[in-house]
């Protein structure tokens, strides 16, 4: 790309690191001094700048500023498509299409506090439909779009979503449980239906409203609504180690967060062509794919094509990427893909690189200064976080298999059980002291599983880890079900509820099993209904029957038949019995599993 709306001679320049605060780490560990409410000037706020009772609009500080200022035309957003179709916004033009959907969604009966989905491949529709919606003071929700029928109702119903946008292909897996969708008002899709034989009708569209007309005829004037900084910005849902998925409520104070840390971890500066290869459908992709880069101002490459060694390293090569941000289970498809197709490619744009999602090996660490000069700088936080919580930043040393530092104003801690601190080196709970800008506000509807992730003045993470006497932070591992595989966060208990619809499993309970390029895969054991015969057929059609109906990244990719599963005498599933066998452990305390 010839372009020089980026000089790269500039970006060298100030490839210096933005500073962090000179005692910064005293902030992590004491959390004492530092203020959240220093920085607000970095943002701008539309009423008294207090981080409790102001009032900001997230969509307004990562567009609109922008396009009132010089950065109006610069470039916000450079889309590649898979087929390399290539289209380029700069923050005016995402500035009036964003406020073009906030009409179209008010003109559809749309009001602040309405649920609105999306549910769309890597398309900039995402980023003008995400946008418009918090404009408008709606709750923007987004959809992974290998999502099936089943992932999609539990989402839909349990938020009451009244608005979708989607495709005309992906609306078929709603249409399959519309009518459990009593509260969806309005689907929209982005892509009209062929016209059939017959002039002026179309093939079936029931019920489906398109965007492209909508848009055609709706003004690029709007008066962003003036939300207060607890009101609710967006809304994903994750999942826990028991129950369907969790409905994380974020504010839009978070964008506060969003904002520091794009610039004092990934260091973007104005010259910056920054990409994140996170899907928008999780936590990362929303974060740091769309608000925190462009509230700094940055230059976004969204690239919608499947994971590539060679057309990866294109990319960096063609936009001249300086800032790349991707996850283990990638970095180690792209060790496995060899560093001869990194060298022939020109990298050397690249300035930092980063990685999040599950434990970054050091080995991937390694490889990296050899394929790219550079050491991947690994971050830890999670959807409930709403931003990097802990990290390594490029203005200190990297610590090989670290997760890093606390962000300054970030209290984290390691204790036990009964909440107790543990010293250095201790294996312990990772914790942290509620209040940070981007954590969540709610779990959508159901007070209780918010209020149990608090205990002894602490938010629990649910990881295991341990702290140096350094102060820097080590990944140990879930101290719950949750499975990771390939950085995405699996509730066993939803593959369990869509095995056993299938109509020859009378039980099953599922686990993470450790895999050496995913982190782990989903590992699946099965009590069979009577009458039905253990097979490799079973097996696949099972494994079928989940992809489609859940996800495709949901289902099991190993499957193992089982007379019995443990259970306690209350009936409930032993995972940890089933994780210990299948990795030839002790299986520790057996004494409440039924005889
Ligand atoms: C869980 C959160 C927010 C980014 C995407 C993941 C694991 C996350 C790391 C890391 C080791 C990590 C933890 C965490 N995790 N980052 N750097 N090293 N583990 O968000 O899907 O909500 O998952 O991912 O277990 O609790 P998420």
Same mark, same amino acid.
């Given at each position: ?84 179709? $290539? ?108 016209? $059939? ?297 939803? $593959? ?100």
């Amino acid at each position: 790309m010839a372009e020089v709306e980026h000089n790269f001679e500039e970006v060298k320049k100030n490839a210096g690191a933005f500073k962090l605060p000179a005692n910064f780490k005293d902030y992590g560990e004491a959390g004492k001094g530092f203020k959240w409410e220093d920085h607000l000037k970095e943002v701008e706020w539309f009423g008294a700048p207090d981080l409790k009772n102001g009032s900001i609009n997230a969509a307004y500080n990562a567009v609109d500023r922008h396009a009132k200022g010089w950065r109006a035309n610069k470039i916000a957003l450079y889309y590649e498509a898979a087929d390399g179709r $290539v289209e380029k916004y700069s923050y005016a033009e995402l500035s009036a299409l964003s406020n073009k959907f906030a009409n179209v969604l008010h003109k559809l009966g749309i009001r602040k506090g309405d649920r609105v989905f999306i549910f769309l491949p890597r398309v900039p529709q995402v980023y003008v439909c995400f946008l418009g919606a918090l404009k408008l003071g709606a709750i923007a929700s987004t959809l992974f779009s290998a999502f099936g029928p089943e992932a999609l109702r539990d989402r839909l119903a349990n938020s009451e979503a009244k608005m979708l946008v989607t495709t005309l292909d992906l609306k078929k897996r709603v249409d399959e449980v519309r009518a459990e969708l009593p509260a969806l008002s309005c689907v929209m899709t982005i892509d009209k239906p062929k016209p $059939v034989a017959q002039e002026g009708s179309y093939e079936d569209s029931e019920g489906q409203v398109s965007y492209e007309d909508e848009m055609a005829s709706a003004s690029s004037e709007f008066s962003i609504a003036k939300t207060g900084v607890n009101d609710p910005s967006f809304l994903l849902y994750t999942s826990g180690s028991t129950g369907k998925p969790k409905g994380v409520v974020h504010r839009h104070g978070g964008i506060v967060q969003q904002h520091l840390t794009s610039k004092w971890v990934l260091d973007l500066h104005d010259e910056d062509v920054y990409w994140c290869t996170a899907d928008h459908g999780w936590v990362t992709g929303i974060a740091y794919n769309l608000l925190g880069p462009l509230s700094v101002g940055a230059t976004c490459v969204f690239y919608d094509g499947r994971f590539d060694a060679e057309t990866w390293y294109k990319i960096i090569e063609k936009y001249r990427v300086t800032v790349w941000y991707t996850a283990p289970t990638a970095i180690r498809m792209l060790m496995k893909s060899g560093d001869e197709l990194a060298r022939e490619r020109d990298l050397s744009s690249l300035r930092h690189i980063y990685s999040v999602g599950e434990p970054l090996n050091p080995e991937a660490i390694r490889w990296g200064m050899k394929a790219f000069g550079l050491p991947f700088h690994d971050t830890w936080w999670q959807t409930e976080g709403g931003a990097m919580l802990i990290t390594n930043f490029p203005s200190v040393p990297v610590r090989l298999g670290s997760m890093g530092l606390p962000f300054p104003g970030v209290q984290a801690g390691i204790v036990d059980d009964e909440g107790n601190e543990l010293q250095p080196y201790k294996e312990g709970n990772l914790v942290l002291r509620p209040g940070w800008p981007a954590m969540m506000t709610s779990i959508w509807g159901d007070q209780a599983r918010f209020d149990a992730y608090f205990k002894n003045g602490w938010y629990l993470t649910g990881d295991k880890a341990m702290r140096d006497k350094d102060g820097y932070y080590w990944f140990i591992g879930r101290a719950d079900d949750v499975i990771k595989t390939a950085g995405e966060r699996v509730g066993p208990f939803e $593959v369990e509820s869509a095995l056993v619809e299938h109509p020859a499993v009378a039980e099953a309970g599922v686990i993470g099993k450790p895999d050496a390029l995913r982190g782990e895969i989903i590992k699946a054991f099965i009590v069979l209904r009577a009458g039905f015969k253990a097979s490799d057929e079973l097996k696949e059609e099972i494994s079928k029957f989940v992809k489609t109906r859940l996800s495709a990244h949901e289902y099991p990719r190993e499957i193992e038949f089982t007379e019995k599963l443990p259970k306690t005498r209350s009936g409930k599933i032993m995972r940890r019995v089933l994780r210990a066998k299948e990795m030839g452990l002790p299986t520790g305390d057996l004494s409440t599993l039924e005889d």
